[in-house]
């Protein structure tokens, strides 16, 4: 049974970086593509990157783009998100994911197995 646990989360200030990560457990790691997803308060899950199995297909929501960045260890079955320069809209819960059949996807419906999440809060 695959089990995700993110850590690294906390309160930051805006312009201030943090790194989220994610130990998978109980399959091959490398057979997953991998996920990041948030939920701000009150509102719905989204989807914030992904990654292949391989690591050489990354995908971002645009607001995001240039400002985090995905990065998985195969040997470490570990998956990170670095996040630089962040902003009060930035404020979530952040979930890692992740994807049995392996392709990079933006859709929650898609990925198999989720983690409880990490609370990000950034003050203005």
């Known amino acids: 049974q695959v089990h995700l646990q993110e850590s690294g989360g906390g309160s930051v200030e805006a312009g201030d970086s943090l790194i989220l990560s994610c130990a998978f457990s109980?399959?091959?790691?490398?057979?997953?593509?991998m996920g990041w997803f948030r939920q701000p308060p009150g509102k719905e899950r989204e989807f914030v990157a992904a990654?292949?199995?391989?690591?050489?297909?990354?995908e971002y929501l645009d607001t995001v783009k240039g400002r985090f960045t995905i990065s998985r260890d195969n040997a470490k079955s570990t998956v990170a998100l670095q996040m630089n320069t962040l902003q009060p809209e930035d404020t979530a819960v952040y979930y890692c994911?992740?994807?049995?059949?392996?392709?990079?996807?933006?859709?929650?419906?898609?990925?198999?197995?989720w983690g409880q999440g990490a609370q990000v809060t950034v003050s203005a």
């Open positions: 994911a992740a994807d049995q059949v392996a392709t990079v996807s933006r859709k929650v419906y898609d990925y198999d197995v």
């Open positions: 109980g399959s091959r790691f490398s057979s997953y593509a």
């Open positions: 990654i292949s199995w391989s690591g050489r297909i990354t």
